[in-house]
């Protein structure tokens, strides 16, 4: 019953290859994110969705793209890799609207790692 | 725009020994704040969360914090450190980006707790 998946949770591939990582919620919530986690472990918002509408993207090269076919799931589609897309890629839900803030939760991570 | 400090990068500490991890935001309103924390090879965990009252909130697994207006800090502590507590502790405070809101987080501190 976890909360937030996300697979792979290791992607190990080559430059200039396209991949995908997968995320699914099962806490019923409306908004979800990618965050990236660099090698100094910070950690940066990059989209966010809510009821499947792109409502935040940071500056994130256009080689990145979400897609969000429903509510519970947050697809992360990257082409042309490069070796500075190695990185930890969380996942996360909330349910916005409730006026107390943005409890986020967060899938255990993918790293990907760019040869 | 909305920041978070975490001054130390990295503590150490005895087991059994307490444990304060410094946190400053910066914030115009009321902030609503979080605490997580990552163990080896994880994902986030939320700890505990601040969104307005008791400026003193109680978490998971003994770790409490407390929110200070006057000097924009929410401290997280615990008054016994386990072994298990070893792991990278995260404070984020809630922003907006335009009419979405998201988690800004600070650097992350590492934790050791030596036997």
């Known amino acids: 019953?976890?909360?937030?998946?996300?697979?792979?949770?290791?992607?190990?591939?080559?430059?200039?290859?396209?991949?995908?990582?997968?995320?699914?919620?099962?806490?019923g919530h409306d908004t979800m994110y990618w965050y990236k986690q660099d090698s100094k472990k910070f950690l940066k918002i990059m989209f966010s969705y809510n009821n499947k509408e792109l409502i935040i993207n940071e500056t994130v090269p256009n080689r990145f793209s979400p897609k969000s076919p429903d509510k519970a799931h947050l697809n992360l589609h990257i082409n042309s890799l490069e070796l500075g897309d190695s990185a930890v890629y969380f996942c996360a839900s909330s349910q916005a609207g409730r006026g107390q803030g943005n409890e986020q939760y967060f899938g255990p991570g993918t790293r990907l790692t760019v040869t | 725009?909305?920041?978070?400090?975490?001054?130390?990068?990295?503590?150490?500490?005895?087991?059994?020994?307490?444990?304060?991890?410094?946190?400053?935001?910066?914030?115009?309103?009321?902030?609503?704040?979080?605490?997580?924390?990552?163990?080896?090879?994880?994902?986030?965990?939320?700890?505990?969360?601040?969104?307005?009252?008791?400026?003193?909130?109680?978490?998971?697994k003994g770790f409490e914090a407390e929110f200070k207006r006057s000097q924009s800090s929410f401290n997280l502590r615990k008054p016994s450190v386990h072994w298990s507590d070893a792991a990278e502790y995260f404070c984020a405070v809630v922003s907006t980006s335009g009419s979405a809101r998201q988690l800004t987080f600070g650097s992350g501190t590492q934790l050791t707790v030596l036997p």
Not at chain 1, 1 to 27: F, H, R, W
Not at chain 2, 18 to 41: D, I, K, M
């Open chain 1, 1 to 27: 019953d976890t909360a937030v998946s996300q697979t792979p949770k290791y992607l190990v591939t080559q430059m200039g290859n396209d991949k995908s990582i997968k995320c699914e919620q099962n806490l």
């Open chain 2, 1 to 60: 725009a909305q920041s978070v400090t975490q001054p130390d990068i990295h503590i150490t500490v005895s087991e059994g020994a307490s444990l304060e991890l410094r946190c400053n935001y910066s914030y115009g309103a009321t902030p609503y704040l979080f605490w997580y924390v990552q163990s080896p090879g994880q994902g986030l965990q939320l700890l505990l969360k601040y969104f307005s009252g008791d400026t003193l909130v109680q978490g998971i």
